[in-house]
């Protein structure tokens, strides 16, 4: 019986975690879970999974739970307070975490501190502070199992390999809604054309990255910390129909690879339960059915997220956790339609070019960056608006 904590329970990596959970009632027991906004979502999961605390973003949402469940139910926790507490205090043997955005570091961290192992799906925990991540995964000993489908891939695709064979990593992209698009189509694009993935079903946030681009950038930085490879020895293909799900080069010229279909179960599942595998109840990959697989470089004109990423890890220190935060911003804005989808890579391009870049190998300078991000993206976002209404 594995006792997880489930960071972002209400979300769409959590929700599916918990899907995985109720069909193996046996492999798991729901010991914490946190929400941010879906209460109503978070209160379902208490009657159902029975926690034995939970946190929200604050006081107010706290004592609102509180009264809603009654006595007899779970401790209520708010704040990063609370989240912590969720990872790192109680009793549990995984953390899963798939909080959205910079708010899941210091958890995930805190989780890793305690020595709890970690299914990560929050990528921005890598981007903002890989270094000092993996230094403390090294230090605690705890084990760090990827969620992200790329990662997994890899992951898998590492397996029973020599590490010093690599010869490159090999992400696969689908490319989002826009991936034929020409510069001028991009002009004019909606939230509600964004948040039309063609395989995936995600978050808005994670979806709006997809279709920039800036997914795939975040994966990159993600892939460098995690399996510890120069930047510059992974590259991006884009594979429209999100089977591959990436690949790893060996120095002999062997590519091995992962494919599946596009379901976010499977990696889950192999994070919760590594080395063992779940039987799911998913249709099988019919090959036979499929009439091609394709693969095509990515185009850095129409999506400059990509490059801004790579710009960004080259450069180290606090630089990473200025990108995301910037592009945690200009993703909001343009979601709130006060920017252009096109924007979205002038913003974060202008956040870090005035970013005086620092070491990040402790957690103030990296939270002071992030707070400089957004401060400073906030004004950028200001900047255009007022252009575009003069
Ligand atoms: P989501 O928006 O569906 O869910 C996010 C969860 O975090 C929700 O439970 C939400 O309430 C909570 N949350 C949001 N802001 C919070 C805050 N400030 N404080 C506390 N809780 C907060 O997102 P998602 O699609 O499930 O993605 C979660 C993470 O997993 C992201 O980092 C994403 O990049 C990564 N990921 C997701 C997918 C996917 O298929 N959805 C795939 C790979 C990686
Ligand atoms: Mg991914």
């Known amino acids: 019986m594995k006792r997880l904590a489930i960071l972002g329970s209400t979300g769409s990596i959590g929700v599916s975690t918990l899907e995985i959970v109720t069909e193996y009632p046996n492999h798991f027991r729901i010991v914490a879970l946190t929400a941010g906004r879906n209460l109503a979502l978070l209160e379902e999961q208490i009657v159902r999974f029975r926690p034995e ?8 949402n706290a004592q609102r739970l509180k009264e809603r469940i009654g006595a007899g139910g779970p401790r209520v926790l708010c704040g990063t307070e609370g989240l912590i507490e969720c990872a790192a205090g109680s009793p549990v043997d995984m953390v899963v975490s798939a909080i959205v955005g910079a708010a899941g570091l210091e958890p995930t961290l805190a989780a890793i501190e305690a020595g709890r192992d970690v299914a990560l799906a929050n990528k921005e925990t890598l981007v903002i502070a890989g270094e000092l991540v993996m230094a403390a995964v090294a ?15 890899i992951f898998q695709s590492l ?13 696969t992209a689908s490319g989002g809604p826009f991936r034929n698009w020409s510069l001028d189509d991009l002009q004019d694009v909606t939230p509600q054309d964004a948040l039309a993935h063609p395989n995936w079903t995600m978050g808005r946030k994670i979806t709006i990255d997809s279709a920039t681009m800036m997914n795939k950038g975040l994966e990159v ?3 460098h910390w995690l399996f510890d490879v120069p930047v510059d020895d992974i590259a991006v293909h884009i594979h429209p129909e999100s ?12 590519l091995i690879a992962q494919l599946g279909i596009p379901d976010m179960k499977t990696p889950i599942a192999y994070a919760l339960t590594y080395p063992e595998r779940l039987t799911l109840n998913l249709p099988a990959l019919d090959l036979c059915r499929l009439s091609q697989l394709n693969f095509a470089v990515p185009n850095s004109q129409c999506f400059p997220c990509l490059g801004l990423a790579y710009d960004a890890i ?21 979601l709130q339609e006060k920017i252009a989808f096109l924007d979205i890579p002038r913003i974060i391009g202008k956040v870090v070019a005035m970013h005086i870049n620092t070491e990040a190998s402790s957690l103030e300078p990296i939270l002071a960056a992030d707070m400089w991000a957004r401060q400073t993206a906030q004004s950028v976002i200001h900047e255009i608006q007022g252009v575009s209404y003069a």
């Open 314 to 334: 080259r450069r180290g220190g606090t630089t990473p956790a200025v990108l995301n935060a910037a592009n945690e911003l200009a993703v909001e804005a343009f």
């Open 243 to 254: 089977i591959v799900h990436s690949m790893v080069e060996y120095v002999d010229g062997a």
């Open 221 to 223: 930085i993600e892939a």
């Open 139 to 153: 230090r605690s000993g705890c084990r760090l199992f990827p969620v992200d489908s790329e990662h997994s891939a």
């Open 53 to 60: 605390v939970v946190a929200v973003p604050d006081q107010e």
């Open 159 to 171: 397996e029973g390999h020599r590490k010093s064979d690599v010869r490159r990593l090999i992400l």
